[in-house]
């Protein structure tokens, strides 16, 4: 693989990855409410729904996917579903003061409820595949192994995802340090709340 190809391919998802989105969100709202460390598992959950998304785009089923629009919008309906869902779940959460970093850190929040959250929420995002299509062809060399390319992609991918998740899972984990007052921690359920129930309807509203 040429190193120039490397990166643009690197600066690309970084410049993808680093604007806020539903899954950035979800990791910053982990991080306020459980610490980082139990935010981790979050991202673990959309850092391993992207990358077999990349996988399923590498097979090929992106154009599966464009020749079966009904496949499509269901993707897109129960992401955005589970978006609306999160986003009441917040609003209607209970508000009350959020605990020290070092005691959420040491209770609540399950590490594989949240996992699964991440990953759902990463993954029902059907445009990520068509992200993926558009973008691996691009960068490996047709001429070379085809494998030990798609490697060196998907790791670049996962650091990269991984770094700007973690830097916003810590920024959520410092906004937690501050809801300390019920009328701040209300304020932030309600605006995290109404953040997922935008993205669920920009969701809703996508067209391939």
Same mark, same amino acid.
């Given at each position: 693989?040429?190193?120039?190809?490397?990166?643009?391919?690197?600066?690309?998802?970084?410049?993808?990855?680093?604007?806020?989105?539903?899954?950035?969100?979800?990791?910053?709202?982990? /991080? !306020? @409410?459980?610490?980082?460390? +139990?935010?981790?598992?979050? $991202? %673990? #959950? =959309?850092?391993?729904?992207?990358?077999?998304?990349?996988?399923?785009?590498?097979?090929?089923?992106?154009?599966?996917?464009?020749?079966?629009?009904?496949?499509?919008?269901?993707?897109?309906?129960?992401?955005?579903?589970?978006?609306?869902?999160?986003?009441?779940?917040?609003?209607?959460?209970?508000?009350?003061?959020?605990?020290?970093?070092?005691?959420?850190?040491?209770?609540? /929040? !399950? @590490?594989?409820?949240?996992? +699964?959250?991440?990953?759902? $929420? %990463? #993954? =029902?995002?059907?445009?990520?595949?068509?992200?993926?299509?558009?973008?691996?062809?691009?960068?490996?060399?047709?001429?070379?192994?085809?494998?030990?390319?798609?490697?060196?992609?998907?790791?670049?991918?996962?650091?990269?995802?991984?770094?700007?998740?973690?830097?916003?899972?810590?920024?959520?984990?410092?906004?937690?340090?501050?809801?300390?007052?019920?009328?701040?921690?209300?304020?932030?359920?309600?605006?995290?709340?109404?953040?997922?129930?935008?993205?669920?309807?920009?969701?809703?509203?996508?067209?391939?």
């Amino acid at each position: 693989m040429n190193l120039h190809v490397w990166w643009l391919f690197a600066a690309t998802v970084f410049a993808v990855s680093i604007i806020p989105g539903p899954n950035v969100l979800l990791v910053m709202t982990h /991080g !306020a @409410r459980f610490g980082m460390r +139990r935010a981790f598992a979050t $991202v %673990a #959950g =959309s850092v391993c729904a992207l990358v077999l998304m990349m996988a399923v785009s590498a097979a090929g089923l992106g154009v599966f996917l464009k020749a079966w629009p009904r496949l499509f919008d269901a993707l897109r309906f129960v992401g955005a579903g589970y978006l609306v869902w999160l986003g009441i779940a917040n609003w209607r959460a209970k508000a009350s003061a959020v605990e020290s970093c070092e005691s959420r850190d040491g209770s609540g /929040g !399950a @590490r594989g409820a949240l996992f +699964r959250s991440g990953f759902i $929420v %990463a #993954g =029902s995002n059907p445009k990520g595949i068509f992200f993926a299509a558009a973008l691996l062809p691009e960068s490996i060399d047709a001429t070379r192994p085809v494998l030990p390319q798609f490697a060196m992609l998907v790791s670049t991918f996962a650091v990269i995802e991984v770094a700007c998740y973690a830097m916003y899972g810590g920024l959520g984990a410092r906004i937690g340090d501050r809801l300390r007052s019920v009328a701040v921690a209300r304020a932030f359920n309600r605006l995290t709340g109404g953040v997922f129930v935008g993205f669920g309807a920009m969701m809703a509203l996508l067209r391939h």
